[in-house]
């Protein structure tokens, strides 16, 4: 079947503009997850979701980040006034069972 | 604190076993995962083991846990080239992963 899906794959951006990044889960996965993972790092948890709301958002960096997942399937990750300590790649996860998480390919996003 | 900690690299010959190693800092992280990712993919989950196992085999993945010392190891039997990726290890605190930095194995033929 189909697993977790990311749009863009790449997205470039000015220092100062927004951008939304968007995460298909796993049709039927009840938790979405979101890192983002430096080069050369492992990645880091920036917050999940059970079905609709924030189960955890304590990994968010500041209030420039924001995540939605309105109708608990498709999330959107927003970053306003981006920065070039922004760049990173950006993966998104699916959970049916909080056991495992699977991971989309990511979105590379670069702040210039 | 909640650093996950593994070496950075790895170096084997094809066909020999590679052993890589992880140390975890939270005694109360129920799961413990490995997971492989290639130049340019994403994450993809190898194996994971309840904490309260000692092993898990899989084909040619062996996990070994130690819970008193915190250390989990990974060792790959017969490692071909398309082994050659970095490893992560990571530790589940509530709902999320925390990951150590990675291992990068590079198996020469």
């Known amino acids: 079947g189909a697993g977790v899906s990311q749009t863009p794959s790449n997205k470039v951006t000015e220092k100062g503009k927004y951008v939304e990044l968007r995460c298909d889960p796993i049709?039927?996965?009840?938790?979405l997850y979101w890192y983002r993972q430096s080069l050369g790092q492992g990645p880091e948890f920036l917050i999940y979701?059970?079905?609709?709301?924030?189960?955890?958002d304590s990994g968010l960096p500041n209030d420039r980040f924001f995540a939605v997942r309105p109708e608990g399937s498709v999330s959107t990750l927003k970053i306003q006034r981006t920065e070039r300590g922004d760049s990173a790649v950006y993966l998104c996860?699916?959970?049916?069972?909080?056991?495992?998480?699977?991971f989309g390919p990511g979105t590379r996003l670069t702040v210039l | 604190g909640e650093d996950v900690e593994q070496s950075l690299f790895l170096s084997v010959r094809e066909g020999d076993s590679s052993v890589i190693n992880c140390t975890y800092t939270?005694?109360?992280?129920?799961?413990l995962y490995w997971y492989k990712q290639e130049p340019g993919a994403g994450l993809q989950l190898l194996t994971y083991?309840?904490?309260?196992?000692d092993m898990k085999q899989d084909q040619r993945l062996t996990v070994l846990l130690n819970k008193k010392d915190k250390h989990l190891s990974l060792r790959i039997a017969d490692t071909q080239t398309g082994d050659s990726a970095i490893y992560f290890c990571?530790?589940?605190?509530?709902?999320?992963?925390?990951f150590g930095q990675g291992t990068e194995l590079s198996v020469k033929p």
């Open positions: 996860a699916s959970s049916l069972d909080a056991d495992t998480q699977y």
């Open positions: 049709s039927g996965h009840t938790a």
């Open positions: 979701f059970q079905g609709t709301g924030a189960a955890d």
């Open positions: 939270d005694s109360s992280s129920t799961y």
């Open positions: 083991i309840f904490s309260n196992m």
């Open positions: 990571a530790e589940r605190q509530g709902g999320k992963l925390i």
